[in-house]
C-alpha cells in the first residue's frame, strides 16, 4: 500500500522551478517579430489575429527527426508550439522531457490507444501524446 502511495506522488509532483518551454530558441509567449523568417512559412490562420507558422525543414527534438514543426501566434504573440513525430520515438521524447523539466503532472491513457503525458506550470501546458490508432505522436506547448 505504501508503494503505491509513493508511485503516485512521484508521477503528480510538480517542478519547483519555472518552466521555459520552447523550441529553437522560441518560447511561448515570443514575439512574431524574433521568428527567422527564412526558416519558417506564416500565413494567416482561420481565426482573427491568429498567424501560422510552419518550419520549412522541421528538425530534431532532443536528437528525434521531426515531422513537422508548427508554432501558432495569437496578436503576435506565440501561444501553442507543436512538434510531430513518430510514435516509435516517444520513450526517447518522453525521457528527455522528464529530464528537462522534471517529473510529469499527469500520465494516463485517455482513450483506447491514446496516450498522454502532461506538465503543467501555471498557465502553460506541455503534453506528450501517442495515438496508436493513427500512428501518430507529437509534443504540444501552449500557453492560456
Do not use: H
Not at 508548427?70 to 501553442?80: G, H, V
Not at 501555471?122 to 501517442?130: C, E, F, P, Q, S
Amino acid at each position: 500500500m505504501r508503494r503505491g502511495l509513493f508511485l503516485v506522488s512521484i508521477v503528480f509532483a510538480a517542478p519547483a522551478y519555472a518552466v521555459s518551454y520552447e523550441i529553437d530558441g522560441i518560447k511561448l509567449g515570443a514575439s512574431l517579430k524574433t521568428l527567422n523568417k527564412e526558416q519558417y512559412s506564416c500565413s494567416p490562420s482561420v481565426l482573427p489575429n491568429e498567424t501560422q507558422c510552419i518550419r520549412k525543414k522541421p528538425g530534431t527534438l532532443f536528437g528525434v527527426p521531426a515531422k513537422k514543426v508548427e508554432l501558432m501566434f495569437k496578436n503576435e504573440r506565440c501561444y501553442i508550439i507543436f512538434v510531430g513525430f513518430a510514435p516509435g520515438d516517444t520513450p526517447k521524447i518522453g525521457k528527455a522531457l522528464e529530464q528537462k523539466y522534471g517529473a510529469p503532472s499527469k500520465a494516463a491513457q485517455v482513450l483506447k490507444g491514446v496516450y498522454q503525458v502532461k506538465w503543467q506550470q501555471g498557465n502553460k501546458d506541455l503534453v506528450l501524446n501517442r495515438d496508436d490508432k493513427r500512428g501518430t505522436a507529437d509534443v504540444t506547448m501552449a500557453e492560456y
